[in-house]
């Protein structure tokens, strides 16, 4: 059985880090394109990073230069580190696995429940 977790989320400044982590069990990482996204109240879902089976990462425009996506395959666990953090990046983020390599979440057919992450002004 495929399970997602996502863990490290919180509360922080404007200016801040936080790494999330992404523990899966019932799928080996590293065979598949891991994805983070975010959603903020009252906004649709949005793609913020992947990074593919050869690990290649891709981010959106408006995450990039300030968040890194990563793996350890020892661990079977994908982070996301998120630097410069700025209020408009609260939301609930949520670790996913797909087949092929894309934004669209469409492509993604197994989720974790989310982490919340606030970023204060």
């Known amino acids: 059985q495929v399970q997602l977790v996502e863990s490290g989320g919180g509360l922080v400044q404007a200016g801040d880090s936080l790494r999330l982590s992404c523990a899966a069990s019932?799928?080996?990482?590293?065979?598949?394109?891991m994805g983070w996204f975010r959603q903020a109240p009252g906004k649709e879902r949005e793609f913020v990073a992947a990074?593919?089976?050869?690990?290649?990462?891709y981010y959106s425009d408006s995450v990039k230069g300030r968040f890194a996506v990563s793996r350890d395959d020892a661990k079977n666990t994908v982070y996301l580190q998120m630097n410069s953090l700025k209020p408009e990046d609260t939301a609930v983020y949520y670790c996913?696995?797909?087949?092929?390599?894309?934004?669209?979440?469409?492509?993604?057919?197994?989720w974790g429940q989310g982490t919340q992450v606030t970023v204060s002004s």
């Open positions: 996913a696995r797909s087949q092929f390599q894309g934004r669209s979440e469409d492509y993604y057919n197994y």
């Open positions: 019932g799928l080996t990482i590293n065979t598949y394109t």
């Open positions: 990074i593919t089976r050869s690990s290649v990462t």
